[in-house]
């Protein structure tokens, strides 16, 4: 319903904020995310869930945002998105040889088992297994 648009669906939230239930949807687009898109998302998206009712007739919010900036990757679109580019990676234990549990670099690929990142000022590749990562992330300098 959202490719025709020219948005991918990045992620839901269902929760409650300030006493109210919300309903959260995260979109994508190439040319970035704008208050008018939000808009444009929020008004098609209306009529469906009208008629799916998510919340068996519970009132609800309906809130359209993009993901922020830093927001970790989910989907392998995220990661492909992201190819080539500066990432941070947050591991739950440092790598064996290393006290750091963070490190940037630049992400290479990612399969069903890892993530292959170059490291900064390096051409050395490492391979991390998936279930050492705890998230990856763009790289966002202040």
């Not at 007739?57 to 970790?72: E, T």
């Not at 500066?86 to 963070?102: C, F, H, R, S």
């Not at 990142?117 to 998230?135: F, Y």
Request: charged fraction near 30%.
């Amino acid at each position: 319903m959202l490719a025709p648009l020219g948005y991918e669906l990045v992620d839901l939230e269902y929760k409650t904020l300030y006493g109210d239930k919300h309903l959260i949807v995260y979109i994508a687009s190439d040319k970035g995310v704008s208050l008018d898109d939000c808009e444009t998302v929020s008004n098609a998206l209306d009529a469906p869930l009208d008629a799916l009712d998510p919340t068996d007739s519970a009132p609800y919010c309906l809130d359209v945002s993009s993901p922020g900036l830093d927001r970790p990757f989910k989907t392998q679109r995220d990661f492909e998105r992201n190819y080539g580019k500066k990432t941070e990676i947050k591991l739950y234990a440092p790598l064996p040889g290393t006290k750091e549990k963070t490190l940037t670099g630049v992400l290479i690929s990612r399969t069903d088992n890892a993530v292959t990142v170059k490291s900064d000022g390096s051409e050395e590749q490492t391979v991390i297994e998936n279930s050492r990562i705890a998230l990856v992330r763009p790289y966002v300098e202040f």
